[in-house]
């Protein structure tokens, strides 16, 4: 377990060459409108963040089909949900590493690219060493220092803000490992960033905030929450908290403090992001469709090879399914019609979420249908925060693929809403005109 001691070390604002491991200073953040200041704004030529940025006016068919050869297909099960991929797979690393937020697939995965020599350096985040949870971006030469990387931090920070230091340093084949905002921006400029290979290592991401506001919710889970090391939203419907300690604690999702938390909790981007299990990877790992262990998106040839550097390392097994999601599903979209309306969430009485909570796990769905059910129940806050808080954006931010999700439920795209012909698409210069 990286320890913020440990990674103190880690943070290296003078150069990787001794250290293996980097964090090079970065310029100021430009000012935006919806923004996860993924590092764009950052950088030489800010202007990009116009056609690199998921929340201006995205166009997934298009990078889909330039990363994967093609784009999602409504008839193949599961695409409209979680993009094009070539295999489903449940997984574990068979000797979890210590610190990773699951076994550590994603980390490891970016130390054999290292180990083997594929990449030069690889891009992720480090553990800030004031604060466990608040990501640094780092580029990383030394495999070894890796295992300082593992693990979930809260918060967003800019990581593409060093493909240039990246590419001053003559690193020409990097390896990325990001999450879905970060990681449609790279895509978008890929073309004109000239390296010679990159790897795209995604996993899922949802329910964000500032790294501030992460504090404000683990105080309200813990007397000493400056000891908490660990959370996860589980598959099974629990919370589950490690300690400095070494104790661990579960809270079933119905006795979160949920209610106790501010309308902006969550900022308008992660509650309106499109993009849930980062389609545009080469390979994502998740844990969502797991059942308890990781969950890989295979999505292309590169993703292929990804998987196949870990060799036996890895136990791979097919995804299961099971329960029904559309209850869940129907009844989170009532609630969240609530909030985003300023009203009330409607609770349950206390005395009854003991057993519902005992029973979600039992009879709720699970593996792939639990997926599915995040999936859909993500879509409809898009559509429902979007349209009462920032409607201008909604016909180039909401891509197709989100209505689909959504129209089982009901929810259908209002006049204005949904691009429509050809010349409303992004970049003719009918749109929104709500820019960064
Ligand atoms: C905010 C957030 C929300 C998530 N929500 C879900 C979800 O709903 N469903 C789901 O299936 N998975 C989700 N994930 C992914 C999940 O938590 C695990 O990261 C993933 O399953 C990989 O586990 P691992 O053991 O292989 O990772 P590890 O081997 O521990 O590696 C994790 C990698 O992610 C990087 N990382 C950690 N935090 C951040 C961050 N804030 N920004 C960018 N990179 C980061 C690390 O630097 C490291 O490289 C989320 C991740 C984040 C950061
Ligand atoms: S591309 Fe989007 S998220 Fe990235 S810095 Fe620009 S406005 Fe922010
Ligand atoms: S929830 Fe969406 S917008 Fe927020 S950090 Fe994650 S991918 Fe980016």
């Known amino acids: 377990m990286t320890t913020p001691e440990d990674a103190a070390s880690a943070i290296d604002p003078q150069g990787e060459a001794e250290t293996g491991l980097w964090a090079p200073p970065l310029a100021a953040a430009a000012p935006r409108g919806l923004c996860t200041d993924c590092g764009i704004s950052r950088t030489a030529d800010a202007k990009r963040c116009g056609a690199a940025c998921q929340f201006i006016a995205p166009d997934y068919p298009a990078l889909e089909a330039a990363v994967h050869g093609r784009a999602r297909d409504p008839d193949r099960p599961d695409e409209v949900h979680f993009g094009p991929f070539r295999r489903m797979l449940r997984a574990g690393l068979k000797t979890p590493r210590p610190g990773a937020q699951w076994t550590g697939i ?17 891009l992720t985040m480090a553990p800030d060493p004031q604060d466990r949870w608040r990501p640094v971006p780092v ?3 030394d495999p070894a220092r890796i295992a300082d990387c593992r693990g979930m931090k809260m918060g967003y920070a800019p990581l593409l803000a060093l493909l240039e230091p990246a590419r001053e340093r003559g690193y020409r084949r990097l390896a990325i490992v990001g999450i879905p905002c970060q990681v449609y921006a790279l895509r978008a400029l890929e073309a004109e960033l000239g390296f010679e ?8 991401c949802s329910d964000n905030t500032t790294t501030e506001r992460f504090h404000e919710f683990l105080a309200l889970l813990s007397e000493r929450p400056e000891t908490i090391t660990y959370l996860e939203f589980r598959a099974d419907y629990q919370v589950e908290l490690r300690f400095e300690d ?3 604690r579960e809270i079933p999702f119905l006795q979160l403090p949920i209610s106790k938390l501010p309308g902006d909790f969550f900022p308008l981007t992660c509650r309106t992001c499109v993009d849930y299990t980062n389609v545009l990877a080469d390979v994502t790992v998740g844990y969502m469709g797991g059942e308890g262990r990781q969950w890989l998106l295979v999505r292309n040839e590169r993703g292929e090879e990804l998987v196949d550097l870990l060799g036996e390392e ?10 029904k999601r559309k209850g869940s599903v129907a009844g989170f979209i ?9 009203l009330p969430l409607r609770s349950m009485p206390d005395w009854l979420r003991p057993l519902v909570g005992w029973l979600m796990p039992r009879i709720g769905p699970r ?6 059910a995040r999936l859909e129940m993500k879509a409809s806050e898009t559509v429902l925060h979007l349209r009462r808080q920032a409607p201008a954006r909604m016909k180039n931010m909401v891509p ?6 959504v129209a089982p439920y009901g929810l259908e795209p209002e006049p204005g809403e949904r691009r429509g012909t050809e010349d409303e698409r992004p970049g003719s210069g009918s749109g929104s005109g709500s820019g960064p």
Do not use: Q
């Open 400 to 405: 197709d693929h989100v209505w689909r999700l």
């Open 106 to 122: 994603a980390s490891r995965l970016a130390e054999r690219l290292l180990e083997t020599g594929i990449v030069d350096a690889v």
């Open 246 to 248: 070494g104790s661990a």
């Open 139 to 141: 580029i990383v030469t």
């Open 334 to 342: 009532k609630n969240t019609e609530r909030a985003a309306g300023g």
């Open 197 to 204: 290979r990159l790897y795209v290592i995604g996993t899922p």
């Open 314 to 323: 890895v136990a791979l097994e097919a995804p299961g399914t099971g329960g």
């Open 367 to 372: 593996g792939l249908e639990f997926a599915r």
